[in-house]
């Protein structure tokens, strides 16, 4: 009887323990998941207002009299007419600026001259901006918590 008394109090101790252990290890991951939520809070409000690069094509002709580029797109981007990108050398620095023009031609898309001197063979980037909810414009889904918010057509 003595040799089974001691089980029941290890298990006990165990299931103690474990308890214990599960306790502090989820109060740790509240407070650190709070912790995050405020620190990342700044961060991806910076993220979203920093612009990115975004890698356009490449200088496939360039024209010098007639002041414009031709670049071959190595993505799907829509860029809009009135675009700015840059046109960089073979160490990667800014060595020219081109305007998107309206005209285009399957993955072929054409820019004017803006400043610096374009060379066939550069890289093209631009910078692409986030755009940021205004505050005065509607949510872009409906909160379902005011009934008044909702239309239900019949």
Known sequence: ???????????????????????????????????????????????????????????????????????????????????????HGDQGQASARVKVSPARKGAFLTADFLDGIPVKGQQVTTDYQRPTPDAGAAPAFPDFSDPNAVQVLE
């Open 1 to 87: 009887m003595q040799v089974h008394s001691w089980i029941p109090r290890f298990l006990f101790l165990l299931s103690i323990a474990t308890a214990l252990g599960a306790c502090r290890s989820t109060g740790d991951k509240k407070s650190g998941e709070a912790a995050a939520a405020t620190s990342t809070s700044p961060l991806a409000e910076s993220l979203a207002s920093a612009p990115t690069t975004l890698p356009v094509g490449v200088v496939h002709l360039v024209d010098e009299s007639a002041r414009f580029v031709l670049i071959r797109s190595t993505r799907g981007l829509q860029l809009e007419p009135g675009t700015v990108l840059t046109l």
